[in-house]
């Protein structure tokens, strides 16, 4: 007995679902693979995506992404009380094959999520890309290099004039594109294809979700809140273009955007690079040591303790529920993807500039 498709939806939508499960499933094997994932993906189907996704998204002096999400929400409402109105009027066999679309949306989103991006996931760590494995050090260590990064911050801030704070944000997002691109040409493992970033129109919502910015795996666009404290910005522009480069995990965005951000001559970009730094770093040593963070935090100038109050006022004005909720799926979506430590993955920046300094100590 031959079955006609058109006839008979809920087969057609089955066999739609078998077919995206099993590409699904190929396509994790390499998840076991990061030296493949890193020949055959990262350094080759993704900079095809690169150089064709970055040009064409450029275009746009808005968020396609934002709209896309947008649009896919409302669609998802839509839906959602379109089903419930056929489960109320009984009308459960067009209620299944509505239910089975969905189960289709999802797994062509989580397939193009991989093969568009998600798939950087899986490559070997910055640290191996960029021989940086020795991450163990002492909190004497931790401590000499907190103290470096506060000289750092104070006199960078001390730099920062009263123009650079009132900078619009077009300046300050092609001020980290220029400093990206800068390192691209001169360094391999900072290779960038059209990089960008843009605000993002969901700032309002990004706000109550305690977000400074994200990178949207579907469009390659790099998104930032534009309303956070000014010193912000610039380096979370770095980091969210440094998703666009292929870095993965947070931890390596983070230390990927302050790598670009120190080696730029820009004032305000040093400094917003170097008080995130203070900020990591300080977290890591008040866990080692509670003397050594209390005799360090001393030595923060009163410019760049003013500058944290600001932040913590300016997050802690937006703070709820939301901000709560947003962060637990946030957390379970990175554990999902190859980073165990989910949120604590940020703070794991510290290794890897830890690791890069001892290089520097060794030469």
């Known amino acids: 007995m031959r079955y006609n498709f058109r006839e008979k939806p809920l087969l057609k939508r089955i066999a739609v679902i078998l077919s995206l499960a099993l590409a699904i499933f190929i396509l994790m094997q390499f998840g076991d693979h990061p030296v493949w994932v890193e020949r055959y993906y990262s350094e080759g189907f993704y900079v ?10 450029n275009l746009f002096p808005f968020s396609v992404g934002d709209i896309i999400y947008v649009a896919v929400i409302a669609y998802l409402i839509y839906k959602t009380i379109s089903f419930f109105k056929l489960l109320f009027k009984k009308q459960f066999k067009k209620a299944g094959v509505m ?56 006199a ?20 980290a594109k220029h400093a990206l691109s800068g390192l691209s040409t001169s360094s391999v493992s900072f290779r960038a294809w059209h990089p960008r970033v843009k605000p993002s129109m969901l700032t309002f ?48 965005a983070d230390f990927a955007g302050f790598v670009v951000a120190i080696h730029s001559k820009d004032r305000l970009l040093r400094y917003s690079a170097y008080h995130l730094a203070v900020s990591e770093f300080m977290y890591s040593l008040g866990r080692r040591d509670t003397v050594a963070y209390k005799a360090l935090k001393a030595t923060i100038s009163k410019q760049v303790r003013h500058d944290y109050a600001t932040e913590h006022s300016y997050w802690l004005s937006y703070e709820n529920k939301l ?30 500039v830890m690791a890069q300094e001892r290089k520097n100590w060794v030469h």
């Open 48 to 57: 095809l995506i690169c150089y064709t996704l970055h040009p064409l998204f």
């Open 99 to 154: 239910l089975l679309g969905l189960v289709i949306g999802v797994q062509a989103g989580i397939l193009t999520f991989y093969l568009f991006w998600g798939m950087n996931y899986f490559r070997p760590s910055a640290a191996e890309r960029l021989n940086l494995r020795d991450t163990s050090f002492t909190t004497a260590d931790l401590h000499k290099v907190t103290q470096l990064l506060i000289d750092s911050a104070n």
């Open 205 to 252: 919502l990004l706000n109550f979700m305690g977000t400074s910015g994200y990178y949207n795996p579907f469009t390659s666009e790099a998104q930032i809140n534009f309303q956070m404290p000014v010193f912000n910005r610039p380096f979370v522009a770095c980091h969210e273009m440094s998703h666009q480069m292929g870095y993965g995990a947070e931890d390596e």
């Open 323 to 352: 901000n709560a909720i947003s962060s637990i799926f946030y957390d379970s979506f990175l554990k999902a993807n190859n980073q165990p430590q989910g949120l604590e993955t940020y703070n794991r920046m510290v290794l890897l």
């Open 156 to 175: 960078t801030r001390a730099r920062v004039t009263a123009a650079d704070m009132a900078q619009s944000n077009s300046t300050i997002y092609q001020t």
